[in-house]
């Protein structure tokens, strides 16, 4: 929403409450993406939700498309200009951002202890600013070298994580039902129909995320064309290695497991934590 620049009560609007640094270091990103205030200085400044912004993290349709995530963005973070162009090893960064900057000091998640003979669930507060210092990026400089090729990637933007994500799901609606199919040969059928649905959309992640491969002597292949052709037609071992490396690159950039400790039987363990806008926001 725009301000009314002549209102005396300008003064009383919310102010900045807490500053985050971009794991990517603010790399691969264009004046149009993001605009910094001090070249020197790359920290951004996170404003407090407003009422609507609340309002919008209600509406479960909006933050499952992307749309509301990138309202509440552009709201919070006005110096993020383009919130589709974030990139995914920034996205978590900006969501506790967000939050924390919204008042929240912690978040709750549940968690059920491993030991077999415990096994207690219990909900655990975990410090977003603590939470926040564990993330960090990739290193996206060094190539994946596969014989005689040269593989570099680069982290892909929400817009593309946001297709994604709608395209699993919807794979996920089609075959939901599969295991009611009382005929073997067609419930095997479908399974590897769903299967080839999922390699093809993970190729598509792989395609979006490399920037270049490059050959002997030098050559540099860049189109998407080429590289999807390579992928689809390379031997399976280069192409899981290949898909094993970026997915390394990517949980670099994600948060860390969590270190719990079972309020009953004391256990300590570590538990995965991936955060998800729909749920993070609502």
């Not at 297709?163 to 919807?170: I, N, P």
């Not at 948060?255 to 993070?280: G, R, V, W």
């Amino acid at each position: 929403m725009t301000e009314n620049k002549n209102n005396p009560l300008r003064q009383y609007f919310r102010r900045p409450a807490v500053f985050i640094s971009l794991p990517s270091g603010g790399e691969g990103y264009g004046p149009d993406d993001i605009e910094f205030e001090d070249e020197n200085n790359l920290e951004l400044p996170v404003y407090p939700m407003t009422a609507i912004d609340e309002i919008t993290t209600k509406t479960p349709d909006a933050l499952f498309n992307g749309t509301a995530t990138v309202e509440i963005i552009k709201s919070c973070i006005p110096a993020i200009k383009n919130p589709w162009s974030v990139l995914s090893c920034d996205i978590d960064a900006i969501f506790i951002g967000i939050k924390a900057a919204s008042g929240d000091e912690a978040i709750e998640v549940e968690s059920t202890c491993p030991k077999e003979e415990c096994g207690e669930t219990e909900s655990y507060a975990i410090n977003l600013q603590n939470m926040l210092r564990t993330i960090t990026s990739g290193d996206y400089s060094k190539p994946y070298n596969v014989g005689e090729l040269s593989v570099y990637f680069a982290p892909i933007n929400y817009k593309e994580m946001n297709a994604v994500s709608l395209r699993q799901f919807e794979i996920q609606a089609k075959y939901k039902d599969m295991n009611l199919i009382v005929d073997e040969k067609e419930r095997i059928d479908k399974s590897q129909e769903a299967l080839v649905e999922i390699t093809s959309v993970t190729m598509e992640v792989l395609n979006d995320a490399i920037i270049k491969i490059v050959a002997p002597e030098g050559q540099e292949i860049t189109e998407k064309e080429y590289i999807i052709d390579f992928l689809q037609n390379c031997d399976t071992k280069t192409y899981e290695g290949i898909r094993d490396y970026n997915g390394d690159l990517r949980a670099a950039s994600t948060i860390k497991s969590l270190d719990m400790k079972c309020a009953k039987c004391e256990h300590e363990y570590t538990q995965p934590f991936t955060l998800n806008a729909t749920d993070f926001f609502a």
